[in-house]
T-cell receptor, first 112, second 108 residues
Framework: DVKVTQSSRYLVKRTGEKVFLECVQD?????MFWYRQDPGLGLRLIYF???????EKGDIPEGYSVSREKKERFSLILESASTNQTSMYLC???????????FGPGTRLTVT | RKEVEQDPGPFNVPEGATVAFNCTYS??????FFWYRQDCRKEPKLLMS???SGNEDGRFTAQLNRASQYISLLIRDSKLSDSATYLC?????????FGTGTRLKVLA
């Protein structure tokens, strides 16, 4: 069965902290994505990666960076968390040649 | 104008009713179209892809109108378990653009 896992379901951090969100998929997918979901704004793409060590900016990359050292793992980094980064963060993966994205359960991050 | 627009709802319908949602998109070069379902506090999951010729999966029918740039989802014989938010998704060259979702509540 397809599985995408995220390191935490809920996270509370203070302004200015460095935050790591991890995503792992067990489907050997080449493509991985990080989104944030906010009420009224839907899912917005932060970064994506189509191969190990490759990354591309999405629509809202400011304040974020990513790392993909291994095919199964895609990390999202908030270098200095701010209150406007309070959101639901969703990771997804997709195999090349397939259109379906598989999502992880999400991490609800609160920055105080 | 948003790239993908949906009526947020909620659509409150009785069990057994037929309900339809529309979604409009702005980029005529969009390549692929999908409906995802998202339950409360859960991740989105693919419900169905949308093909030019229209496609059906049980009680669900999806249609694409490229000329008018909209896609639709029809749900027949609504069940309580259909209560969820339905996300319209449009794929361009490399990225997926999600609508904000239409909330459906099926009432007993």
């Amino acid at each position: 069965d397809v599985k995408v896992t995220q390191s935490s379901r809920y996270l509370v951090k203070r302004t200015g902290e460095k935050v790591f969100l991890e995503c792992v998929q067990d489907m050997d997918h080449e493509n991985m994505f990080w989104y944030r979901q906010d009420p009224g704004l839907g899912l917005r793409l932060i970064y994506f990666s189509y191969d190990v060590k490759m990354k591309e900016k999405g629509d809202i990359p400011e304040g974020y960076s990513v790392s993909r050292e291994k095919k199964e793992r895609f990390s999202l980094i908030l270098e200095s968390a701010s209150t406007n980064q309070t959101s639901m963060y969703l990771c997804a993966s997709r195999g090349t040649g397939s259109y379906e994205q598989y999502f992880g359960p999400g991490t609800r991050l609160t920055v105080t | 104008r948003k790239e993908v627009e949906q009526d947020p709802g909620p659509f409150n319908v009785p069990e057994g009713a037929t309900v339809a949602f529309n979604c409009t998109y702005s980029n005529s070069a969009s390549q692929s179209f999908f409906w995802y379902r998202q339950d409360c506090r859960k991740e989105p999951k693919l419900l169905m892809s949308v093909y030019s010729s229209g496609n059906e999966d049980g009680r669900f029918t999806a249609q694409l109108n490229r000329a008018s740039q909209y896609i639709s989802l029809l749900i027949r014989d609504s069940k309580l378990s259909d209560s969820a938010t339905y996300l319209c998704v449009v794929k361009g060259t490399y990225k997926y653009i999600f609508g904000t979702g239409t909330r459906l509540k099926v009432l007993a």
